[in-house]
């Protein structure tokens, strides 16, 4: 019951509650206590409602003496019903009799007319039966008076016999379906004789036709095939007459292995019967534009299925995968003649009927593509991991220093044979679009493998080399060299390979934008995570110019030695160390600054920053001791002041600069010296860290 049809009595407004409260949909005891005992106390609730009870009780009793007339007069009302039923009783039971009488005599006539019309059908097939073996009979006849071999052979026209005798050969055939009456054998086997006699003569006739090649006479006697529904018969005639001779003297092992391009040839001289032998019957059965009879397919029924069958049995060694570069070439071949066999179906039924036939399917699952992309796979992935898993050397690199700048050339051997194979993988010889997925991934693991590389290679321990010829000059290890054509392969490897995603582009049959983006976001990926082996090549780079130099840093702590108690006059050059750390520095840059100079810089600079770091706590250290030093000597003159004594060899020489003021002074001119040095190299002091810090290290030192 709705809301609207439920009146209930008004509760008092002093009341805790309303009588809507009590008629909602979702309403609840609990819920209903909870929220209305923050408002009041449960024994308030409990007095009102007890109020509203009283109230909801008068309302009912007042309901209930307002409707008490209606429910007295109903009760009255009902007064003698049973009699009433009682007495309907007897008249219902007759006139169910009667009804029921009256069925069963329309059942009766049911059954006696449905007796009556089967009798008159068996009458009237009877009747047809007779009919028709009596058509048998003359049809029989007349058949043996048109196929009389004199008769036939001498009839100029001899093409109206057919076309009659065809005609004729449907009424016998729709007569005899028809005739229920059994035949005599003797009728039977006659009329088996006479179409099979009709078929030879039929059959002889359309090969000559064929062989004179008459377009109106073949039109119709295709027809009576047709007629006949005797399309299939055509099509066996024409393949084992015509085509499977044919096909026989070409599919062989001989014409195969006469030279490289025997199955290429073989295919051509199938195509030629297409165009020469089957040109005629597939004009007329196929091109729906010109006068055409419907319903044949010699070229899937009578060409195709016969030149399946024959490589099947004669030359099936063209399926064998276990060469690669012969499984190919045949394979690609098979595809272009199969490519020019769609392309004599004309029709979009004759494309279909060849694309379902279950021989055209079989013969492509013939190829075992998976086999020959393994072994394509383990040809190539061999090649590659041989140079890979090859010991780092100084054969290794294949180019020289001026091929570093070139975009086109690699330094390293490895990254060249990487590169090569990815091209490799994609060339017209190997690669075939039915694996095109497997050779997109295949691509994707050699990149892969070489980041992989790359990663192993940083790891690995170089020997130990001479950095430091008989004339003292500095020469860059291999190890370097090796580090930096590495960086620049890369690079240029990472550079190089968006042009992967375009010969792929090429290479796909069907070209589809979400395809595209599959290939892009995966090669994206990947030269994503190639980008991130650049800071660890830079990393082992920085490190291996860093190592050359920062032995040398060593001496720094050497010089307070120079000046203690030596009365060395005051510094007015740099120590030899500064020019020993930058040497190496300073040859590096001299030799790659004009092939690679934006990397040169970026390499020096971060090199440079962490000399500088090294410095900056070399130099830290010297002045701490230097600081101590003077403490020490300040308190022993106070010492020995106090007790009114010399000095001894402890005193500073007070009528000139002391040995730490020499010291500092000395360290001023290294850094001054050492900033130069870096200047004269072209690189800016402001990018290099720590360089101010050490600065006014140096000259805070000297104020003191």
């Known amino acids: 019951m709705s809301k609207e049809n439920i009146n209930l009595p008004r509760a008092p407004k002093d009341l805790c509650f309303s ?24 024994e308030t609730m409990r007095d009102d409602l007890g109020i509203y009870l009283k109230l909801l009780r008068s309302a009912m009793i007042d309901l209930i003496n307002k409707d008490y007339i209606d429910f007295v007069n109903l009760s009255s009302n009902m007064i003698g019903l049973d009699k009433a039923i009682n007495d309907l009783q007897t008249p219902l039971g007759q006139l169910r009799e009667e009804v029921m009488q009256v069925q069963q005599i329309l059942d009766d006539e049911v059954v ?12 009237r097939d009877y ?42 050969f449907n009424q ?138 024959k490589i099947e049995h004669y030359i099936k060694c063209i399926f064998a995968p276990g060469d690669p570069i012969l499984f190919h070439s045949r394979y690609v ?75 086109n050339e690699f330094s390293l051997y490895t990254t060249y044979i990487i590169w090569e194979n990815l091209q490799k993988i994609w060339d017209n010889n190997i690669y075939l679009y039915q694996l095109f997925h497997k050779f997109w991934k295949f691509s994707l693991q050699i990149c892969a493998r070489y980041q992989t590389w790359i990663q192993t290679v940083l790891k ?30 890369a690079e240029k490897f990472i550079n190089i390979l968006p042009s992967l995603l375009e010969i792929a582009r090429i290479k796909l049959k069907e070209e589809t934008p979400t395809v595209l983006k599959l290939l892009k976001d995966s090669l994206d990926e990947t030269i994503k995570n190639l980008k991130k082996i650049w800071p660890d090549i830079t990393k082992e780079i920085v490190n291996e110019l860093l190592k050359q130099c920062v032995v040398h840093l060593k ?20 120590c030899a160390y500064i020019k020993n750390t930058l040497a190496f520095l300073i040859n590096f840059h001299a030799d790659y600054k004009k092939i690679i100079p934006d990397d040169v810089n970026y390499w020096l600079q971060l090199t440079l920053s962490s000399l500088t770091e090294h410095y900056l706590i070399s130099v830290k250290d010297v002045l701490t001791s230097v600081q101590k030093t003077e403490e020490s000597i300040r308190k022993l003159k106070k010492i020995r002041t106090y007790l009114n004594k010399s000095l001894g060899p402890y005193s500073p020489d007070v009528q000139g600069i ?35 810090e050490l600065l006014y290290t140096v000259e805070t030192a000297i104020k003191k």
Not at 226 to 235: F, G, H, Q, R, S
Not at 472 to 487: D, P, Q, R
């Open 127 to 168: 009747k047809q039966s007779i009919f028709s073996l009596q058509y048998i009979y003359k049809s029989l006849n007349k058949l043996t008076s048109i196929l009389c071999l004199n008769t036939f052979l001498e009839n100029p026209v001899k093409i109206d016999i057919l076309e009659q005798a065809a005609a004729e």
């Open 19 to 42: 009588e809507i409260d009590f008629i909602q949909q979702n309403f609840n005891v609990d819920a209903f206590l909870q929220e209305h005992k923050k408002n009041t106390k449960l």
């Open 460 to 489: 690995e321990v170089w020997p130990i080399e001479n950095e430091i010829n008989n004339s003292n000059k500095i020469e860059h290890s291999t190890k370097l060299n090796f580090l930096i054509c590495l960086y620049k392969d």
């Open 333 to 407: 071949a098979t595809l272009e003649f199969l490519e020019k066999l769609d392309t004599e179906c004309v029709t979009s039924e004759c494309l279909i009927a060849l694309k379902n036939n279950s021989q055209y399917k079989n013969f492509l699952k013939k190829w075992n593509l998976p086999v020959y992309f393994q072994i394509r796979f383990q040809e190539i992935a061999n090649g590659i991991e041989t140079i890979l898993i090859e010991p780092i050397s100084p054969t290794s690199i294949k180019g020289t220093l001026e091929s570093l700048a070139l975009q």
């Open 172 to 309: 016998l055939q729709f007569h005899m379906s028809r005739c229920k009456l059994n035949i005599t054998n003797e009728k039977q086997k006659e009329s088996e004789k006479l179409e099979q006699s009709y078929m030879t003569h039929l059959n002889e006739f359309f090969l000559a036709c064929i062989q004179e090649q008459n377009s109106i006479l073949l039109i119709r006697c295709l027809g009576i095939y047709v007629t006949l529904d005797k399309i299939c018969d055509a099509e066996n005639l024409v393949r084992k007459e015509i085509i499977s001779p044919l096909i026989y003297s070409i599919i062989n092992i001989e014409n195969l292995q006469t030279d490289l391009l025997g199955l290429q040839n073989i295919y051509s001289k199938l195509l030629t019967i297409l165009n020469v032998e089957l040109k005629q019957l597939l004009d007329i059965t196929l091109h729906p534009n010109r006068l055409s009879v419907k319903g044949f397919n010699f070229l899937v029924n009578s060409f195709w299925i016969d030149v399946e069958e």
């Open 658 to 692: 002391s040995d730490d003021e020499k010291i500092r002074i000395q360290l001023k001119i290294d850094v001054q010296t050492y900033v130069n040095m870096i200047t004269e190299m072209q690189i800016s002091t402001s990018n290099v860290l720590y360089m101010k």
């Open 112 to 123: 006696t007319i449905t007796h009556n019309i089967n009798e008159n059908k068996k009458v």
């Open 555 to 574: 001496e720094v702590n050497d010089i307070p030695r120079l000046f203690r108690r030596t009365k060395r006059d005051i510094p007015t050059k740099s």
